[in-house]
T-cell receptor, first 113, second 110 residues
């Protein structure tokens, strides 16, 4: 089956800890994205990557980091510098850059204890 | 210039009725306008999308109406069903990313 997988589905973290969220796609898509979803605020872009070894900050990149070492993988690290990390995190991919359909994974719900 | 404003925030419709959700954008460079449907605890799924060269697109019970001069577009769900109860997001795209509206929570009552 082709698609986007995110793991884990639920993640709990203590304050001050870094945590890495996994995103893998087997759609052979070039572009990948990370969004944060909070109630009543829609989806906000954290980082995106158009090609391997290249990525750009989105609207709310502070306190987050990413890497794109392989085309199919785009992990997101939530660092201790992120002031309010509790949220639903969504990964997406698209075939090409700009204005094209983005396909979303099932999401990871991160809770800081 | 980058905002997408979506209304209403929530909507209650009776089974068989028409659900209408509206969005407005500011940036005239946007050239792709999708609607996504999201069920609780799941990722959004593409429902229907339109490009600015057409004013309307229909897929089954779902229709997008697009008004380029007013910079507005809307989603119409005909014959709404309880299974349509979900959160709907509009988005506007262009050059590398999508800007999402805040979402509309739709409840279809039997």
């Amino acid at each position: 089956d082709g698609g986007i997988t995110q793991s884990p589905k639920y993640l709990f973290r203590k304050e001050g800890q870094n945590v890495t969220l996994s995103c893998e796609q087997n759609l052979n898509h070039d572009a990948m994205y990370w969004y944060r979803q909070d109630p009543g605020q829609g989806l906000r872009l954290i980082y995106y990557s158009q090609i391997v070894n290249d990525f750009q900050k989105g609207d709310i990149a502070e306190g987050y980091s990413v890497s794109r070492e392989k085309k199919e993988s785009f992990p997101l690290t939530v660092t201790s510098a992120q002031k309010n990390p509790t949220a639903f995190y969504l990964c997406a991919s698209s075939l090409e850059r700009g204005g094209d359909t983005q396909y979303f994974g099932p999401g990871t719900r991160l809770t800081v204890l | 210039q980058q905002q997408v404003k979506q209304s209403p925030q929530s909507l209650i419709v009776q089974k068989g009725g028409i659900s209408i959700i509206n969005c407005a954008y500011e940036n005239t460079a946007f050239d792709y306008f999708p609607w996504y449907q999201q069920f609780p605890g799941k990722g959004p799924a593409l429902l229907i999308a339109i490009r600015p060269d057409v004013s309307e697109k229909k897929e089954g019970r779902f229709t997008i109406s697009f008004n380029k001069s007013a910079k507005q577009f809307s989603l119409h769900i005909m014959d709404s069903q309880p299974g349509d109860s979900a959160t709907y997001f509009c988005a506007a795209g262009g050059y590398n990313k999508l800007i999402f509206g805040a979402g509309t929570r739709l409840a279809v009552h039997p």
